[in-house]
Every structure is written in C-alpha cells, then in structure tokens.
C-alpha cells in the first residue's frame, strides 16, 4: 500500500538539530539523570558555544543513561530545519522556548508515525493497514509551516487514536 503522504525522516541526525533534546527537557537528579536541569534550559554539559555534549563519550559513566536511551525519531532536525529554516536558539535566544515547545510537540508524533509504520510490515489484516494509512496521513500535515500545524485537531486526534489502534493488532501478531 502506498502512502499518500511523504513521510519525515524518522531517524536521528544530531548533526541537523541544534541540541533542542539537551534543552527542551527537564531531568530529575537520579540513576537516569546526574543532575537537576529546568525544561527549557541549556544542560550545563554542553560546550560554550553550546554545540556539543562535552561529556558524549561518557555519558553512562557520568551518570547520563537517559541522554544515552533519548531518541527524537527525526524530530529535532525536522524543528530545526523545516519550521524553523536553519535558525537555531544559539543564535537567537529569543528562539529557544519556540523551538523547545515545537520539538515537545512534533516527538510524538514522529513516535507514532515509527510505530505505525512498523505496524504496517506485521502480517495484519488489509484494514488495519488502511487505518494504519489513514493515522498515517492524518499525522502527516500538507506542508506544515509552523508548529501549529502540528496542533491542528485533526492531527492531535490522530495522535490520541494511535494507541488503540496498536492495542487492537493485539490479536493479530
């Protein structure tokens, strides 16, 4: 079945991100987390300029399984670079809580679009597969342009149905 969307990158590229996971979220001081962070706060192990984590090839031993376990599904470079044409919050501070607020937003959907996709590879039923397509497309917005596209009902409702849908494959594999 082909999609009648053009699904984002679902992967991870640091290299396209402007480190909004090492920003955008708050960590707890415990086994997952060495240190207490606020959301929407640089995490002090990133360099000066904020570029990189000064401390990536030791995260576990620091104390940082959480950084390690932490994937965005794509949805860091797609902040990035799509709703936010290159321009990072290292540049422009004003920035940050935008782009932290749109990755917060568009991670779970990028998830969601991981698992259904997935789901559509099991040996299921040819409607499941069309639900699978039309969450698929309802999560997929025509040429978004902001995060607010990402808000749209449509969109959300989508997002609230996925896992009921997963849960109703149950049966299947």
């Not at 920003?23 to 962070?37: H, T, W």
């Not at 990755?103 to 299921?124: D, F, K, N, Y």
């Not at 497309?137 to 409702?157: I, M, W």
Request: hydrophobic share 40%; glycine share 4%; net charge negative.
């Amino acid at each position: 079945m082909t999609l009648p969307v053009t699904l984002p990158t679902l992967t991870d590229d640091c290299s396209k991100c402007a480190a909004l996971c090492c920003v955008a979220y708050p960590f707890d001081a415990d086994e997952d987390f060495a240190l207490l962070k606020r959301a929407d706060s640089p995490c002090p192990n990133l360099s000066d300029g904020c570029l990189n984590c000064t401390i990536h090839a030791d995260l576990l031993p620091k104390g940082f399984g959480g950084c390690v376990a932490y994937q965005c599904a794509g949805a860091g470079q797609r902040v990035t670079q799509e709703l936010f044409d290159g321009e990072t919050w290292r540049d422009d501070p004003d920035l940050l809580e935008h782009m932290t607020y749109a990755l917060r937003v568009l991670r779970p959907i990028h998830e969601a679009l991981l698992l259904l996709q997935e789901a559509s590879r099991l040996p299921i039923p040819e409607s499941a597969k069309r639900q699978a397509l039309s969450l698929t497309t309802a999560l997929c917005p025509d040429v978004p342009k902001s995060v607010h596209d990402f808000e749209d009902p449509e969109v959300q409702d989508a997002l609230a149905d996925v896992p009921a849908y997963l849960q109703s494959l149950a049966p299947f594999v």
